[in-house]
Structures are given as C-alpha cells and as structure tokens.
C-alpha cells in the first residue's frame, strides 16, 4: 500500500462573492486539488462568501478593518486567527485589502492571488475597466504569489480572453470569470502538489 499524500491546509481569504473560492473548492472535493480550506476568513461579515460557503463545514472568520484601532492590530488580529489552524498556505479570492508584512513574511511564497489582467498590467482595482480604457485587444487573468507591493509578486500562470469592440465592464468580467475559475484552480493544483519553485522573479512549473 502506497502512502496517501497529507493534503495541503489552507486558508481562505475573501470579501466578496466568492466565486472562485467556490470553484476552488469543488475541485478540492473531486480530488483534483490536494488541498482543504480548514478556515475561510473575510473582512466583511455580509460578504457573499458567507453565505456560499454556508454548509462546507468550515469555520469562517470576521475580522472586520473598522474593529481594530490600527492596521497593525488588525494584522496582527488576522495572524491570531490563523495560528489555531496550522495552515501550509493562503488563498486570497477577491480579497481587498493589501496584506500586512508580517503575514507576506510568515507566509512567503504560500500566499496565493488572483487578479483580472495581464499583469503586470493594470494592477490594482478595476482591471477590466483599465483594459477596456486602454484599448488593448486581448486581456485574461493571473495567479501569482504575494508580495508587498500591489499585484507585484512572481506570476505563476496567465490565461487570456479576446476585448471585443462592444465589451463593457460587465461583459467582460463575465467572460472572463470561467477562466478565472480554470486558472486558480490549476495553480493551486500545483501548489498543493509542490510542484512550484521561485527563483528571483520566475516562477518554476517542475512537473
């Protein structure tokens, strides 16, 4: 008998609707992804993932920004939260808060994000719209690890979709948003499989 691979513990960050986390983890409960979200923790208490997640069985946290005198102590209230579950890394999923250093730095290259646009074009909020005021004719989405700066850490993998001459905002979020969900889903695939390695700023596919 071949000893089964301990699957990766991770943390799931979100504010919003949470859609790629829930694609993320479906494909955790087909197996495709060696991973477990063991905590889910938002800063808002009505985000959607709330209430999508309601019945994964997984503990979700508040940490709300306005509870917290400072930024340092609600860094230091996210990493208390985190300490019980042990986890091997994060997942953020339109999480929209820029993390604290002392959390990158606990969590170097373990910190997983995923941002609509090519980056390092058009970091930041809004990439579908900034694609759209560009001009430019083909834009997609990138997971990439986290650093301190603004969608400025090593990229782990793109994927694209046509601008079409017609698209708005909304129209292209929604074609873009399966992507998205294929994307993220096939990084931290490899994540949990330990199959990526950074060297400076290039990030290693060694599968």
């Keep these: 008998m071949g000893n089964k691979v301990v ?11 949470g859609s790629n986390g829930e694609a993320l983890y479906k494909a955790m409960c087909d197996d495709y992804i060696n991973g477990t979200f063991v905590v889910i923790i938002t800063d808002h208490h009505d985000a959607g993932i709330v ?6 069985g997984i503990p979700i946290v508040v940490i709300e920004r306005s509870d917290y005198d400072s930024k340092a102590d609600f860094e230091a209230a996210q990493l208390e939260a985190l300490a019980p579950y042990g986890v091997d890394g994060i997942v953020l999923a339109g999480y929209m808060r820029i993390l604290g250093r002392q959390l990158i730095d606990s969590y170097e290259y373990r910190i997983l994000n995923i941002h609509p646009a090519l980056l390092p074009s058009f970091p930041g909020l809004h990439g579908h719209r900034q694609a ?6 083909v834009t997609g989405c990138t997971v990439h690890f ?40 096939e990084a931290l695939r490899l994540f949990c499989a330990d199959k990526l390695s950074v060297e400076g700023r290039i990030v290693r596919n060694e599968e």
Excluded: C
Aim: charged content about 25%; overall charge negative.
């Design 7 to 17: 699957k990766k513990r991770l943390a799931l960050f979100a504010s919003g609707r």
């Design 51 to 56: 209430q999508r997640a309601d019945g994964w």
């Design 132 to 137: 759209i005021d560009a001009g430019v004719k």
């Design 146 to 185: 986290v650093d301190a700066g603004m969608d400025t850490g090593p990229i782990i993998m793109q994927n694209t979709v046509p601008v079409l001459p017609d698209d708005t905002e909304d129209t292209l979020s929604e074609r873009l948003l399966p992507v998205e969900h294929a994307t993220y889903v």
